[in-house]
């Protein structure tokens, strides 16, 4: 890559899904996995397919209060000519029954419960007001999970619900894929981690990143800030090229001070610089002996836009997954969103239920935040997603029904 770009800038933007598939073409899934006990699988991504063992419920039972009967031993019974049957303790015998409630395993010998509200206790005796057919009132083996059958295919993704049936068929460890390992490097001279003297500024993105990187189900090392130093910034990316990814934060641009694609570039390979998304075309992504690398604007909106676009893929893949589409809202705009044609750009808003009645607008309205204005970070904190202007459209008008993404919610 020649020097250049700090005095031409960027001749070519390159569309976000083609340096998406770019990016995603040099990455591959790291294979690794570990056993881990079910209270503490929630939320990972199973590596191998599993077969429920055994059949849930192990046996029949009694899926109503009552009596537990022979079927046949109450043919013919009506509410005009009950069926007089012998109270008995355990097994069912011909012209027995058993007191069962609902859950309870079915005695031997019975085949059908007889419902408490048609039966009268006399004496040592039971009157049966109903014929009931053989199954009726009774939960077979297996009618929640039959033994062998797929519960879930590798790459799924577990939630609480799910450790609740694997603890029912009898598991309590899972295989899963290795939870993949996100360095964050933070750059930049002026930043500091807390009381900014005038030119410096609170290191935020770091922190903002590694969070995101747990909280799409990987591990984060946040490091101290490395300045803008080509020798140090070298160093810093050697250090953790043992991480599934790196990811480093500002210095990303064309400036004199933005050294990170010529430092890339000098260690291994810059796949794509400069993308044609609003805010934060500045982005590098590029891979470093076989470890990609993703260099993202300094600015705090900039930066997170890039990190959920670039990121947020590209760690799942490696860990063997996809993401999930974000939840999404539909909302009517009231004021109008802007954007450049050919660039695909992230509007924050914040939503508002809507005050129609008649049920023809949407159930929301979405005000933006601000329409400009990558380095404001309050402009994400107050909003509750952005909307997505494709790079065909020259923004939406007030009033356009329009999806909003939600995509900070928890996955």
Known sequence: MSHDRRKTGFKRRTR????????????????????????????????EAIDSPVPVPGYDRAAMDGYAVRAEDTFGASDRSPTV?????????PGEAVRVHTGSALPDGADAVVMIERVEEVGDDVETFDAVASGENVGPAGEDVAE?????????????????????????????????????????EELVQS????????????L??????????GRARYRDVVTDDEAALADAIERDLDADVVVTTGGSSVGERDLLPEVVDGLGEVLVHGVALKPGH?????????????????????CIVNAVQFLRPTQKRIGGTAPDPFSTRRARLDRKVASEPGTRTFARVKLTESSDESGEDPPFVATPTRASGSGVLSSVTLADGWVVVPESVEGFDAGETVDVELWEATE
């Open 85 to 93: 049957l012998r109270t008995a303790e355990n097994a069912v015998d």
């Open 148 to 188: 062998g059958q797929r519960l879930y295919d590798a790459g799924s993704t577990l939630r609480p619900s799910d450790l609740g049936l694997l603890k029912s068929v009898g598991l309590d460890t899972v295989e899963v894929a290795d939870r993949p390992t996100v360095a964050v490097i933070p750059t930049g």
């Open 16 to 47: 976000v899904e083609e340096a998406l598939t770019t990016l995603l073409d040099a990455v591959d899934p790291h294979g690794r996995t570990e056993t881990v006990p079910l209270g503490e699988a929630d939320s990972r991504v199973l590596a």
């Open 195 to 206: 009381d900014p003297d005038p030119g410096e500024v609170i290191e935020t993105n770091g």
């Open 208 to 217: 903002t990143v590694s969070r995101l990187v747990e909280r799409w189900g």
């Open 282 to 302: 500045p982005v590098c992504l590029g891979r470093v002996e076989g470890t990609p690398v993703l260099s993202l604007p300094g600015y705090p909106v900039a």
